[in-house]
DNA sequence: TTTCATAATAGTAATAATTCCGATTTAATC
DNA sequence: GATTAAATCGGAATTATTACTATTATGAAA
C-alpha cells in the first residue's frame, strides 16, 4: 500500500478526491510510526488553517475501515499507521514514546493457535512495547 | 493473592483500611473477568449512596501499582482484573463484551525473545479477543 | 462550462472516560 | 478523647473522541 494505491482504492470506492485526504496518508507514507490524532492534526494545521478535529478523525476511521491505515491503542488514546506491505500478518516493536516499529516475523497463532472451549476467537493482539534508541535517553513517563 | 492478602498489602504499606476498599476488593475476587470501573462504579453504589468516581479510580490505580490488580485496554477504557495467582506468567483470552478471561498457559516471547537492535524493551501484551459462550449469541458491536 | 446532487469540511457543541482539587470525614496513633 | 494524615465527596477541569449543522467543494451530467 502505497498513497496512490490508497487514493485509487479511495476512487474505486465512491470516495472523493481531496487535498487533504492525500496530504493525510502522505504523512503516514513518510512515516513508519505509529501516529496519534492530535499529531495528524497538528501536522496537517500547519498546511491548512483551520483544519477541524472532524475532518482528521472521520478519515482516520474511514482509512481504517478501508485497511489504509492499521489502529492500535497505545496510553489511552488510539494511534494510526501505514499498513504494513512487508508480509501477510506480523506483529510490532513499539516505541512507547515516538510510536516508531520495527517488525516481528513471527506469529504465536502461528505455533499455538487458541482453540478455547466455548470462546469464539475473532482477533489477537501481540505488541512488545520500549523505547528505541533515540527515545531511549529520556523516556518521558 | 485473595481480598485478605490485599488487605494486608495495604496495612504493611501503611494504607488505611476502609470497608470500600475491602468491597472493591471482594468484587473483583469474585469475578474473573476484567471490569471497567464504571462497572465497579455502578455495584459500589448499590452499596455506598453517593460514591464518587474519585475514590474508584484513586483505588483501581493504586490497587494496580501494588500488583493487586492487573489492567489492561479494552475499546478505549480502561479494565481492571484481580491479579491471578495461578503461575508467574501467562496471557489472557478475553471477552470482548464481559471481560470473562481464560488463561494461556504459554507465553510466546519464552520461544522467542525479541532483541530488537536499539529498542530497551521493557514489556510486551499478547490477548486473544472473543465471545464466550455466554455472549457469543448477541455480540453486541 | 454551468448545473446539480452528494460528499467533505469547518466550527462548534456534546459525550465519555478520567483526573484534579478544595472541603470534609475518617482511620490509626498518641 | 485529641491529633494527624489519609481517604472521601462533590463537582469542576481535562482529554480524547464523536456528533451536528451550515457551508463548501468534488465529480458527474446536462
Known amino acids: 500500500m502505497n498513497v496512490q494505491e490508497a ?3 479511495l476512487k474505486k470506492k465512491g470516495y472523493k ?4 485526504r492525500q496530504d ?9 510510526r505509529y501516529l496519534a490524532a492530535k499529531d495528524v492534526l497538528e501536522t496537517m494545521q500547519k498546511t491548512y488553517d483551520g483544519m477541524s478535529f472532524d475532518t482528521i478523525y472521520r478519515n482516520l476511521s474511514l482509512f481504517t475501515e ?7 491503542e497505545l496510553n489511552g ?4 499507521r501505514f499498513t504494513c506491505a512487508v508480509d ?3 506483529h510490532h516493536v513499539i516505541c512507547l514514546e515516538c510510536g ?3 517488525h516481528i516475523h513471527h506469529c504465536p497463532m502461528d505455533d499455538q493457535p487458541v482453540q478455547e472451549a466455548g470462546f469464539d476467537v475473532i482477533g489477537h493482539k501481540f505488541e512488545i512495547y520500549g523505547y528505541c534508541s533515540e527515545c531511549r535517553k529520556q523516556p518521558a513517563s
Open 88 to 90: 501477510e500478518h506480523h
Open 77 to 80: 488514546e488510539k494511534r494510526f
Open 66 to 72: 478501508l485497511g489504509i491505515l492499521e489502529a492500535t
Open 100 to 102: 516508531k516499529t520495527k
Open 7 to 9: 487514493m485509487d482504492l
Open 24 to 32: 493525510m496518508l502522505q504523512l503516514f507514507s513518510e512515516e513508519s
Open 17 to 20: 478526491y481531496t487535498d487533504k
